[in-house]
């Protein structure tokens, strides 16, 4: 009985997960106002691709999973752009006092995306993001097709399935 107790509420939360992610696909990127890591006002209603899909990961410079993720991705962004001309945006939600650690984290990874900042969580909030990793894909009219909260090795696979999909619309 003890065990049953201790289950319930856990299913719960990860049925919850589940059908959270379900109930974006379909809507369209809000519009917020933040920064690129270069200190560049971005309105998020405005991302484009030249009609390509275009994959928004939430990540964390302390988040290991969002780390080897965006790791992960990077050995394989290069043949995903020449394949699909998707373009990967990476939003940190790293708050004002870790902000400036952003940039020198992502110079010694390598990392080749396109970087914001969501210091306030304001880009977090309006998608319904409540922990890190979680991953969107977005199609060319800005519309989320596909979301995925969480990280395990081999789930960049998975998105890329849906990015082909995508760009052969």
């Known amino acids: 009985m003890k065990k049953i107790i201790f289950l319930l509420p856990i299913a719960s ?9 379900d ?3 379909g809507k369209k990127v809000p519009n917020v106002s933040i920064k690129d890591v270069d200190g ?6 405005e991302l484009s691709n030249d009609g390509n899909p275009i994959v928004i990961s939430f990540w964390a410079t302390w988040c290991k999973p969002c780390n080897l993720e965006l790791d992960n991705i990077m050995d394989q962004y290069e043949d995903w752009q020449d394949e699909t001309g998707v373009k990967l945006v990476a939003v940190s939600i790293d708050d004002q006092r870790n902000v400036n650690k952003v940039r020198p984290f992502v110079d010694a990874k390598g990392w080749e995306y396109d970087i914001w900042l969501d210091p306030n969580g304001d880009f977090k909030r309006a ?3 409540n922990n890190v990793p979680h991953t969107f894909l977005v199609d060319g009219n800005r519309n989320i097709v596909y979301s995925h909260n969480g990280y395990n090795p081999g789930d960049e696979d998975e998105l890329y399935d849906h990015i082909l999909e995508e760009s052969a619309k």
């Open 23 to 25: 109930d974006k696909k």
């Open 13 to 21: 939360l990860m049925f919850f997960a589940f059908t959270q992610d």
């Open 40 to 45: 560049n006002p971005i309105n998020t209603g």
């Open 127 to 129: 998608l319904g993001v």
